[in-house]
């Protein structure tokens, strides 16, 4: 069975930092691009960021283009996502998928972590 597991909550002030990550397991996570959507509250899904197999290639949303950093630790199956100079535009729910391709259309999901960034 297919999990993507995210791993706590988090809470940072308005321009701090945090780690959210997610662990998979049920497949073999080295042979997929992995994914970061997130959903802040009443507005649509948005898409994030994406890291492919072996983590030598990413790519960010505009919105946190130079702020955020995603890498993957295919030993652990691992995903992690860093964010730096945090807004409460940023408050959201953060969700791990399986695959590439933009905000929706992902087969399998994590059940999302919940980040606030507080002002």
């Given at each position: 069975?297919?999990?993507?597991?995210?791993?706590?909550?988090?809470?940072?002030?308005?321009?701090?930092?945090?780690?959210?990550?997610?662990?998979?397991?049920g497949?073999?996570?080295?042979?997929?691009?992995?994914?970061?959507?997130?959903?802040?509250?009443?507005?649509?899904?948005?898409?994030?960021?994406?890291?492919?197999?072996?983590?030598?290639?990413?790519?960010?949303?505009?919105?946190?283009?130079?702020?955020?950093?995603?890498?993957?630790?295919?030993?652990?199956?691992t995903?992690?996502?860093?964010?730096?100079?945090?807004?409460?535009?940023?408050?959201?729910?953060?969700?791990?998928?399986?695959?590439?391709?933009?905000?929706?259309?992902?087969?399998?999901?994590?059940?999302?972590?919940?980040?606030?960034?507080?002002?």
């Amino acid at each position: 069975e297919v999990q993507l597991l995210a791993l706590g909550e988090a809470w940072c002030s308005l321009g701090g930092y945090l780690r959210v990550s997610c662990a998979a397991s049920g497949f073999t996570f080295r042979h997929y691009h992995m994914t970061w959507i997130r959903q802040a509250p009443g507005k649509e899904l948005e898409w994030v960021s994406v890291i492919n197999e072996g983590g030598t290639w990413s790519n960010y949303g505009d919105s946190v283009k130079g702020r955020f950093t995603v890498s993957r630790d295919n030993a652990k199956n691992t995903l992690t996502l860093e964010m730096n100079s945090l807004n409460t535009e940023d408050t959201a729910l953060y969700y791990c998928a399986r695959g590439r391709a933009g905000a929706t259309g992902y087969e399998y999901w994590g059940q999302g972590t919940l980040v606030t960034v507080s002002s």
